[in-house]
């Protein structure tokens, strides 16, 4: 067993040892009389729990992550550039160290050898690849002195490390639980102290989130930045064609990309925008309460259903289906020749605003319902019928609602992925025609990315660049959705 | 009690407007309204008072199918204004409800100007002929309404802008404009302070001149001041009727007796 493990077990178990010590301690000091107390003796414990445990189990998770990384540097340091074969880098060396370094532990580990004996290991005289083979850990080449000598370090250096992490954490977990017994007196405020460490977590699970979007932003920016050092961002916002050659030279703007992604998201917010609202009309307003308990949850499956799978509709069904009506010539419905192949931005934008009709809905339909009832009696108190009532009354107060939740299904069409690779095509260019095929940032994205890549071409980089674009657009949206629904929440509550 | 209410309604013209016949009101299974049965007066404040959940308000809403919006809700027996059955088959529940106007509860003003809210129902009716028509329809409400001169200026901003008691004057004013031939209040003051309660109660003693008013309130003390009749309602039943002097001085009924002098509801 490792000594991490060991470690956070005797951890865990002073812990509950000083739950229950710090519970009987703060009975006892109170003469056996529990009113006495200020908190109940559970909060008693769970403080002593809580001191002993969290202050150790961070401190060791800061040294896990930091630990390997120290160690690397200084190794890193000490490998001879001579090492390096040609066409590799530092790094591929650096795993064969890690992989030696854990290779020998595995044989002292297995009983193969003493901890000495690999200590006094040589290349000379063993065969350090084929002892390493033996019990498990496959190394690529023979294995040179300098590597031998490296993993030596790293092992001795790990070792120190983790002799210090033990040194450093089990007095720390001791401190906490000496303090905390000793604390478990009747004036001792332990519940507020334990609703503090609660409240601590309550924090931080809440800027765990915003620190996980701050990092998304800021990695997608380093790597823009590195794009825009080996691309003219004159070309990138200002270009007008997308033409990446992986031989180098090529025309990256994210104009036609843009265009198709905004072309594919209007189609497909003039299907679902219609389609959704009506639907949440007739389901707010008309809709008996048998069949809205019904309808709703199955309209909303819509919108569980992968958009891979929508994907597929639309490269098997939807997109074949139009080809028949709009191409094909003479054997088509209409005996046109406007369509050659399913992929189109018709058929994702179609397919897309089928995906959407839920959220668009689902949105619509809370906020039709949270328009106060007495304004619906007030105006059919006035002999309106209830057609006049939801077009004069409650469309018009529900309607900045309505417009944020359409901002949100537009920015949701905007990142949409699965279903432009499948059903809108390749080909970036900028054309009106809705039955040709077009592509998107997102499917450039995906394209850029895929396969064997380098990450110090600008072909890779720009789909940094391009996800940042898209992230900046969206959040726009999203932000100005927000606001506006939520500036419409305000007049009623 | 109040020597002029009792004049009045002495010298005032006794043509019934709302004739009810064994009403009986049911949501679901719960038996709202018991055999209700009850002349209301054209020209005539009438008032319906009792305890909470009395059944008062639902009552109130039989007399313009109001009721018809709630699914659960069944009404049997026959209610005739101007001696036609209300229930019939023939009769539109909408236009019911042009004829019969109604001010709830809490102002709810339509979130749009002073001037759509009022134009609202002639606008849906086609009562006026041209825009001149409409503005006409809307100052002589808004001025019925008695809130003419606070709103004058600002006819194009937000009706839910006003104060509250400004807010249920316009409510008001938007059902006088659709000129109705009664007009049901649910508690009209309920949410009003004292100034803006008097205020509505002096209109609605000027709406008398026009309309069969009725009128829910929770208040005894406004039922004396503003109705002619008042009818006592208890658990279901209409306990007693008549005019508001005597209901407030001799009542017939111990229950009545009890309710106004506070050992019920």
């Known amino acids: 067993m490792s000594t991490t493990s060991l470690l956070v077990i005797a951890i865990l178990i002073l812990a509950t040892l000083g739950y229950f010590l710090a519970s009987k301690r703060a009975i006892s000091t109170a003469g056996g009389d529990r009113r006495k107390l200020h908190s109940l003796p559970v909060y008693y414990g ?24 120290l160690v690397e540097r200084n190794i890193l340091s000490t ?58 850990a496959a190394v690529g080449s023979d294995v040179q002195p300098e590597v031998l000598e490296a993993a030596q370090n790293y092992r001795a250096q790990t070792k120190m490390g983790q002799l210090w992490m033990v040194l450093i954490i089990v007095p720390l977990a001791l401190i906490g639980f000496a303090l905390s017994v000793l604390a478990a007196k009747p004036t001792f405020r332990a519940r507020n102290t334990v609703e503090r460490g ?9 800027s765990l989130a915003i620190l996980t979007t701050i990092g998304i932003v800021f990695s997608m920016l380093f790597e823009s930045i590195n794009f825009f050092k080996l691309h003219p961002w004159t070309d990138f916002f200002f270009g007008g064609s997308w033409a990446p050659n992986f031989r180098g030279d090529s025309d990256l703007s994210i104009l036609p990309l843009l265009w198709g992604t905004i072309y594919i998201s209007i189609i497909a917010l003039i299907v679902a925008v219609p389609v959704g609202l009506f639907a949440a009309i007739y389901l707010s307003e008309y809709a008996s309460p048998r069949v809205r308990a019904f309808a709703k949850p199955l309209l909303e499956i819509l919108a569980g259903i992968p958009t891979i799978v929508y994907g597929l509709f639309a490269l098997l069904t939807v997109g074949p289906a139009l080809v028949r009506v709009f191409g094909r010539g003479e054997e088509g419905l209409l005996g046109l020749e406007w369509m050659s192949g399913a992929t189109a ?51 018009p107060a529900a309607l900045p609602g309505i417009v944020g939740a359409v901002l949100l299904a537009a920015s949701r069409a905007i990142g949409e992925t699965m279903i432009v690779v499948l059903g809108a095509g390749a080909i970036a260019k900028f054309s009106a025609n809705p039955l040709e095929a077009m592509t998107t940032i997102t499917t450039r994205i995906v394209s850029q990315l895929t396969g064997d890549t380098d990450f110090a071409s600008p072909e890779t980089l720009v789909a940094f660049a391009l996800g940042l674009t898209l992230f900046v657009l969206t959040l726009g949206l999203n932000v100005i959705a927000l606001y506006i629904v939520r500036k419409y929440r305000e007049q009623y509550d | 009690m109040n020597d002029k209410n009792i004049m009045e ?61 709630i699914d659960i809700c069944k009404v049997t027996g026959s209610i005739r204004i101007d001696d036609e059955d209300i229930y019939d088959r023939r009769v539109d529940p909408v236009q019911l409800r042009a004829k019969v106007g109604m001010v709830f509860q809490k102002p709810n003003p339509f979130p749009k100007s002073i001037y759509d809210n009022v134009a609202y129902g002639p606008r849906i009716h086609g009562l006026a002929q041209n825009k001149a028509d409409l503005d006409e329809i809307v100052e002589r409400a808004l001025r019925r309404g008695a809130i003419w001169n606070e709103v004058k200026d600002r006819l194009q901003s ?16 938007r059902a006088v404009a659709t000129e109705p031939e009664v007009l049901l209040m649910d508690e009209p003051c309920s949410a009003l302070d004292p100034i803006a309660t008097a205020q509505v109660e002096e209109l609605i003693d000027e709406l008398r001149q026009s309309f069969s008013v009725v009128i829910v309130t929770h208040s005894m003390q406004q039922a004396a001041r503003v109705s002619q009749k008042t009818a006592f309602f208890h658990l279901g039943n209409m306990v007693e009727y008549g005019e508001t002097g005597q209901i407030f001085t001799t009542p017939q009924d111990p229950r009545t007796e009890s309710y106004i002098t506070g050992r019920i509801g």
């Open chain 2, 158 to 173: 937000p009706g839910t802008g006003l104060s509250g008691g400004q807010q249920q004057r316009l409510c008001i004013a």
């Open chain 1, 345 to 395: 931005v018709l058929t994702a934008g179609l397919v897309m605003g089928i995906m959407l009709i839920p959220f668009v809905s689902s949105l619509s339909d809370d906020i039709i319902n949270a328009v106060p009832q007495s304004l619906r009696d007030g105006s059919l108190g006035l002999g309106a019928t209830p057609s006049e009532t939801i077009r004069q009354v409650v469309l």
């Open chain 1, 46 to 69: 769970s403080n002593a729990a809580m001191f002993t445990a969290i202050p150790a189990l961070g401190v060791l998770l800061i040294w896990l992550l930091a630990q390997p990384m």
């Open chain 2, 9 to 69: 309604s002495h010298m005032g013209t006794t043509a019934i407007k709302i004739s009810a016949r064994d009403v009986q009101v049911y949501y679901g299974d719960n038996h709202a309204i018991k055999d209700v049965s009850i002349d209301i007066e054209d020209k005539t404040v009438t008032a319906f008072i009792g305890p909470s959940g009395c059944g008062k308000s639902t009552f109130l809403r039989c007399l313009n199918r109001m009721n018809d919006t």
């Open chain 1, 198 to 206: 609660i409240l601590a977590l309550l924090v931080l699970a809440a």
């Open chain 1, 79 to 136: 490998i001879p550039d001579k090492l390096i074969p040609e066409g590799s880098s530092i790094g591929l060396v650096m795993s064969d160290v890690r992989r030696v370094a854990d290779g020998l532990e595995v044989v002292v580990n297995t009983g193969t050898l003493s901890q000495n004996e690999t200590l006094k290991l040589d290349t000379e005289q063993t065969d350090i690849r084929a002892l390493l083979a033996g019990v498990g």
